[in-house]
């Protein structure tokens, strides 16, 4: 399924015609270096437009609205390179609806002492233009990204790459579609929320279907196609009979084949891009879809087990945010299962019944063929593998009754102390920052899920802003973290988010 679209984000220098055209002409002719600059740096994942300098109300107002508009571009950077008077802002940013980021640099890096006059000093004035328009945007309350430091460098240009990122976030939250076939597992309260309140905040649509309408398009599956597939997983991944008959061995493969077929043909049909299931509501499906489910998240599908349709949306989200990401190592729905408390050797071990993303894989994953020891259906096939040894970030959003919040934890994955034999599911093991008992403990306060979506290829500050965006409360759980620095933090909240 196709992740990335062509987006592009439009670079709107400001000024004001108080200085004459020979600065205009400045302004526009620098502002073009600075954009062909950016995109041939290499790091920015979409393109960046240069449009014409804005110096007035009506121009301005006409731009972000033609931003509006467009449905290529993902976001606005503004930058006043000189004065820019803030009221000629009002009108254009009360209707502006994409990401804004203000970018506050300066064409020239260092400060030319021995010539600089007047002249140098009302063309080159970032430093107050920049200061004039936050006042603006501030005033309003609009959201917007702030980064600041020169053009040229490396850093400040990752940053805004990083923020590209968030703001396609940000616009393609509003097409993510999520169908149920199953409820929300019974008694569990974590995995619930308001499914109303979540399309307001997030654009998300999520639909209930029978599992039997879904089982419907896995039985109309030919056989060719699924004899197929599973040829193509015999080719990708080894195989692990472990003792099992090879003729049946492989017919339970071909069922989780038949399972990937159909899930795909159902929710392209349909138009979903991310689903939730349950190992306890399968009709007539003959094995709980695990392999299937592995494969469908590998190629962007969002997931949420026993219903959870939050973190599927979660984990679609967090697939869009990193399309096309180069060296990507990989976003998967996970859960917190068992720990290590030996002192040293701290960490969680991360898995699921079966569903978790081969993109995470530290290596070719295996196919095994085990009992779920949950429900009543045929042993599913499912692919095992460990995750990479690499930092990360695990998230929950949750639904608290009056609102939702988002906790951002910074985990290490870590090598395992002992390879698993008996363990026949994928799995990592991560210490959560600062260390486990901080970050169990704040994980705990703060009302987190055991279901998470994780993914290496975000930070924490890119997710931060795309729930700034949404309008919802984060909360960070990372190397600053202290409990009582946290627990004030969501005393806080609860007022400032009511
Ligand atoms: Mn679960």
């Known amino acids: 399924m196709k992740l990335s679209k062509e987006y592009k984000f439009w670079f709107m220098p400001g000024s004001q015609d108080l200085y004459g055209d020979d600065c205009l002409r400045e302004v526009a002719e620098h502002s073009a270096v600075i954009v062909e600059n950016f995109n041939k740096s290499g790091v920015m994942p979409y393109e960046i437009v240069l449009k014409p300098t804005l110096i007035d109300s009506a121009s301005i107002r006409k731009a972000m609205n033609d931003a509006n508009m467009d449905d290529t571009c993902a976001g606005v950077i503004t930058w006043m390179y000189t004065f820019s008077p803030a009221k000629s802002w009002i009108l254009g940013l009360k209707e502006l609806r994409k990401p804004l980021l203000h970018l506050h640099t300066q064409f ?19 430093a107050h233009g920049d200061r004039e328009f936050g006042h603006m945007v501030t005033r309003m309350g609009k959201n917007r990204k702030v980064i600041a430091g020169h053009w040229s460098d490396a850093e400040t240009q990752k940053r805004i790459g990083e923020w590209m990122r968030t703001a396609v976030g940000v616009i393609e939250s509003s097409h993510i579609r999520v169908v149920r076939v199953a409820d929300n597992m019974r008694d569990v309260a974590v995995t619930e929320g308001d499914k109303v309140e979540a399309q307001l905040k997030f654009g998300w649509q999520i639909d209930a279907y029978n599992v039997t309408d879904i089982a419907e398009y896995v039985y109309q599956v030919k056989d060719s196609d699924a004899e197929e597939l599973t040829d193509q997983y015999y080719r990708d991944y080894d195989i692990l009979l472990e003792g099992r008959d090879e003729k049946e061995f492989r017919e339970h493969v071909k069922e989780q084949a038949r399972i990937e077929i159909g899930f795909e043909n159902f929710l392209t049909e349909l138009n979903y891009q991310a689903i939730v299931t349950h190992f306890g509501m399968l009709a007539g499906l003959k094995q709980l879809p695990g392999l299937a489910i592995q494969r469908l998240m590998e190629k962007g599908y969002g997931f949420g087990a026993e219903g959870d349709w939050k973190t599927a949306a979660m984990v679609r989200l967090m697939k869009l945010m990193t399309a096309g990401k180069e060296g990507a190592m990989g976003t998967s729905f996970m859960e917190d299962y068992t720990y290590s408390l030996v002192p040293g050797k701290d960490g969680i071990l991360q898995a699921h019944m079966l569903e978790v993303c081969p993109s995470i894989a530290s290596a070719k994953p295996a196919i095994k063929v085990c009992p779920l020891s949950m429900g009543n259906r045929e042993d599913p096939a499912r692919l095992v593998f460990t995750a990479k040894e690499e930092h990360g970030i695990a998230t929950s959003l949750v639904d608290l009754g009056t609102r939702f919040r988002l906790i951002i934890n910074d985990v290490n994955c870590l090598p395992l102390e002992k390879p698993m034999p008996k363990l026949p599911v994928a799995s990592a093991f991560w210490r959560p920052e600062p260390n486990l008992i901080t970050g169990a403990e704040a994980w705990i306060l703060a009302g987190g899920a055991h279901h998470t979506a994780f993914t290496y290829d975000l930070t924490a500050e890119q ?24 627990k004030n933090e969501l005393r806080w909240n609860s007022v400032a988010y009511k």
Request: hydrophobic content about 30%.
């Open 108 to 126: 020239y890096q260092d400060i030319p002492y021995d010539t600089i006059d007047m002249d140098y000093m009302n063309t080159n004035q970032s």
């Open 463 to 486: 997710l931060g802003d795309w729930a700034d965006e949404m309008g919802i409360e984060t909360v960070y759980i990372n190397n600053d973290t202290t409990i009582r620095s946290l």
